[in-house]
């Protein structure tokens, strides 16, 4: 590249969310030499629910992050709203995972968990813009570039950081970032991934969501993450193939916001309208009212399910977004993203001890095979569950009267769809959904052909 500088490291991380600053910190702490590349200038929005289920927790605790700072709100639990049903149910006191849950903003979260891969040895570059992998003749990644982004203005509504971070500069000008690994958590837009030719399965399902904050003093500090399976899809009585939300935030907002997967009978949801819709037949106590809001609607695609493969290709690992780990489930993102990203520097700080050739090859080469066997039947039955029911009729259909009137049925059920079992099971809920999913085929790991 004429002009270019080049910048080395052992391994390359692309995007600073939670998969990519969970994969810098634990490479870093492994002794590796990572460069963590991240487009935007901390801190930052990012279309998100905000809510943190104990999986999430789980993973934060192991990378050491202080959730005892102040602007972290906990949960005891979810709150089910169906009707005229109003169910509380308490996060699981389990072996595995904390019996809580978190809400912080995307706002303050993906800059806590960047620098804190910082403060763990990761050299973090914010404002560069990855434009594609650096390839040798093989057709092995060897890099990437990038090209500066000067920090723009706020958007309006924009919360301001009470600090003003600036986090750590990234080069002028066009750059070539040199590793043997790159590890790709760009998000939704894949854009590393598509370079390489790893396309989308488009059997699986996107998902959209959109969310808005709201000032509620009356629900900020409520101890439950609300999620309501009741809505209908705007000037029709079918059901929102999806479900709403109401998290608390713990500084007098909260965020509200609608998840819906795609139907080919019914086509695209409008986001929007459904949720006008919504909010009006709230109490008008709550605050949620355009003159109550906090900044605009905001939308975003959820790639989910496995919908990417291979995860690993020449030299290029995908967590995250990019390869589409959230949850067919529930819609969770957050958890995966940074168990993704441990699982990743595990292989890559693996890979890095061994020379290069084919023995460093079947190390990657594991990677997806590793992820396969955490999740790869936990979502081949969500993504059933997904095209059979959820993008149909929402969550209407297994909320109905018999699982809401039994407390054993919906803590199964809760438990189901946030992936929160202890392994070997420890009660009969545990036993129940292990055994379900361990009698699903295992999906076959895929590989890319050059």
Known sequence: MSGSRETEADVIVVGAGPAGSSAAYHLARAGVDVLLLEKSHFPREKVCGDGLTPRAVHQLIRMGVDINAPGWMR????????????????????GSYPDFGLSRSRHDFDDILARHAAAAGARLHNGVKVTHPVLDRAGQVT??????????????????????AKGVEGADGPTVYRAPIVIAADGASARLALALGLERDAKRQIATAARRYYRSPERSHDAYLELWA????????????????????????????????????????????????????????????????????????????????PLYARG????GDSGGMISPWNGEGIAQALEAGEVAAGSAALALALPQGPKRERVLLNYPV?????????????????????????????LNRYVLDSPFLLKALARLLTDLTDKPSRDTIDHLINTAIRLVPTPPVRRKTR
């Open 370 to 398: 590793e992820m396969n066997r955490r999740w790869g039947r936990y979502y081949r039955l969500g993504n059933a569950a997904a095209d059979l029911v959820f993008s149909r009729s929402g969550f209407q259909p297994v």
């Open 143 to 164: 890099g990437v570039s990038g090209v500066a982004v000067p920090a723009g203005p706020k958007e309006p509504g924009e919360r301001k950081d009470p600090r003003g």
């Open 230 to 309: 009741d809505l209908r899809l705007p000037g029709t009585d079918r059901y929102l193939p999806g479900y709403g939300w109401i998290f608390p935030m713990g500084d007098g907002r909260v965020n509200v916001g609608l998840g819906a997967l795609p139907h080919h009978r019914y086509g695209k949801v409008e986001l929007r309208t459904a949720l006008d819709e919504w909010l009006s037949r709230t109490p008008y106590g709550w605050g949620l009212r355009e003159e109550n809001a906090e900044g605009p609607v905001r939308s975003a695609a959820l790639p989910m399910g496995f919908n990417r493969h």
């Open 75 to 94: 949960s005891r639990g979810m709150r089910w709203v169906a009707g005229s049903h109003r169910i509380h149910i308490e996060w699981p006191s389990l």
């Open 316 to 319: 290029l690992l995908l967590v």
